[in-house]
């Protein structure tokens, strides 16, 4: 177990806060995907969180600067939290779309968003108990799962671009306007790839 003593287990703390954090969000997306003219209620609430996870990576610095023993190697504690909280960023950004194009109903490519990031986000959190447990071994099959997710959101990604571009000739700002908010969705997919491929490079050098 790496996160043992208890000033290990404040950084366990704030990385696994972090990802329940993202937990959060990605289940505020998916309600504001499932229904975009509720902007208004959930854009705000999105926002709240994703300045959250802000404050969270800045207690999680501190802490490495402040700390003159750390569980893992500082650059890697960084390199964690950094993955997480651009997860966050970038869910947030595609909700910010939804309020800014005004969408006001849903659709299959949508819903289908909010269902991966959900589950990448659910995947991270147990990714990053593996890792404070020191079952390095168990990390890659969350990893794997996430992986998996973010090449089901490159196939939603392009069909919902094919879709989209079918019906241009007669709603060429619908697809502008979709185009780039599948755009963002399929972005915060690739992130949290990138925070699984992060844990696992961590676990790795560890094992």
Do not use: C, W
């Not at 997710?149 to 989209?164: G, K, V």
């Not at 241009?168 to 963002?184: C, G, L």
């Amino acid at each position: 177990m790496f996160f043992h003593h208890s000033r290990d287990q404040e950084f366990f703390h704030l990385l696994r806060s972090a990802a329940e954090n993202a937990v959060e969000e990605a289940n505020l997306l998916n309600q504001l995907l499932l229904e975009p003219h509720r902007f208004p209620e959930l854009g705000p609430k999105i926002k709240d969180l994703e300045s959250r996870g802000d404050r969270l990576t800045h207690d999680l610095f501190a802490l490495i600067n402040k700390t003159f023993v750390t569980p893992l190697e500082r650059e890697d504690l960084a390199a964690l939290g950094v993955a997480i909280d651009s997860v966050v960023d970038a869910m947030e950004s595609a909700a910010a779309r939804i309020g800014i194009y005004k969408v006001k109903e849903t659709d299959k490519f949508l819903k289908g968003f909010g269902n991966i990031l959900r589950a990448q986000a659910g995947e991270l959190v147990a990714a990053i108990d593996v890792v404070a447990g020191g079952k390095l071994a168990k990390v890659h099959d969350h990893v794997v799962q996430i992986n998996f997710l973010e090449n089901q959101a490159d196939e939603l990604h392009r069909s919902a671009l094919s879709q989209i571009f079918e019906d241009s000739a007669q709603d060429p700002v619908r697809f502008i306007t979709m185009k780039e908010i599948y755009e963002y969705l399929e972005e915060a997919t690739d992130r949290a790839e990138d925070a699984a491929d992060t844990l696992e490079g961590v676990a790795m050098k560890n094992a």
